[in-house]
């Protein structure tokens, strides 16, 4: 018993220390608190649909064409407070060009 024990604990250290350094890894890519950033209301739901439908997807593995509006609009607020609050990796301040919209695999044939 005292070595599995033993094992168990050995095993949590390490699940532990990962977790850690995961999240080491994520603070590292977000914005330095010092930037200047335009913060964002609910006004801007259309201007910064690209760096939303990102979130979305990476965040809350959910892609913007399967929320009704309504849910779309609550997610919006909630990825607003995480944007003024700089929590957000450096990328989504300097801009993203496309993002996901659909889980669909699309097949055009050219």
Same mark, same amino acid.
Request: aromatic share 14%; hydrophobic share 35%; with cysteine.
């Given at each position: 018993?005292?070595?599995?024990?033993?094992?168990?604990?050995?095993?949590?250290?390490?699940?532990?220390?990962?977790?850690?350094?995961?999240?080491?890894?994520?603070?590292?890519?977000?914005?330095?608190?010092?930037?200047?950033?335009?913060?964002?209301?609910?006004?801007?739901?259309?201007?910064?649909?690209?760096? *939303?439908?990102?979130?979305?997807?990476?965040?809350?593995?959910? *892609?913007?064409?399967?929320?009704?509006?309504?849910?779309?609009?609550?997610?919006?607020?909630? *990825?607003?407070?995480?944007?003024?609050?700089?929590?957000?990796?450096?990328?989504?301040?300097?801009?993203?060009?496309?993002?996901?919209?659909?889980?669909?695999?699309?097949?055009?044939?050219?």
């Amino acid at each position: 018993m005292k070595f599995f024990y033993g094992k168990l604990v050995l095993i949590l250290k390490f699940c532990c220390a990962s977790e850690k350094k995961t999240k080491d890894k994520h603070r590292s890519k977000r914005a330095p608190l010092n930037i200047e950033i335009q913060e964002l209301s609910g006004d801007d739901y259309f201007s910064k649909n690209n760096e *939303f439908s990102t979130w979305l997807k990476e965040e809350k593995d959910v *892609f913007f064409s399967d929320l009704s509006a309504d849910s779309a609009r609550k997610l919006f607020s909630d *990825f607003v407070k995480a944007w003024n609050k700089k929590k957000l990796e450096i990328r989504y301040y300097e801009g993203i060009g496309t993002a996901p919209r659909s889980a669909h695999n699309w097949k055009i044939k050219g």
